[in-house]
Nanobody
Framework: QVQLVESGGGLVQAGGSLSLSCAAS???????MGWYRQAPGKQRELVAT???????TYADSVKGRFTISRDNAKNTAYLQMNSLKPEDTAVYYC?????????WGQGTQVTVSS
């Protein structure tokens, strides 16, 4: 089994920065990690992912503002969010993909005030 513990997030003014981290406790190989987010009344959407080799992918809406990174030795992924906008407000869910399946964190709130 894989357990994910998220930290970070919070409240920030537009233009500010926040960071998230996601630590996976697992004794198995973790493949892709990343974050989805869900705003009130909207579907969950992909934000960013990263492979074990460190290759990132980003949603168009966050390209150039968010940076995902990973420490494989710690099974931990990080999301640095800069130039935040009110439309980035959502609950951010970390996920990790392993052979048994996909695993999810508890979610962390990110609120960007205008």
């Amino acid at each position: 089994q894989v357990q994910l513990v998220e930290s970070g997030g919070g409240l920030v003014q537009a233009g500010g920065s926040l960071s998230l981290s996601c630590a996976a406790s697992a004794s198995i190989f973790i493949n892709r990690m990343g974050w989805y987010r869900q705003a009130p009344g909207k579907q969950r959407e992909l934000v960013a992912t990263i492979t074990p080799a460190g290759t990132p992918t980003y949603a168009d809406s966050v390209k150039g503002r968010f940076t995902i990174s990973r420490d494989n030795a710690k099974n931990t992924a990080y999301l640095q969010m800069n130039s935040l906008k009110p439309e980035d407000t959502a609950v951010y869910y970390c996920f990790a993909r392993a052979v048994p399946g996909d695993y999810w964190g508890q979610g962390t709130q990110v609120t960007v005030s205008s």
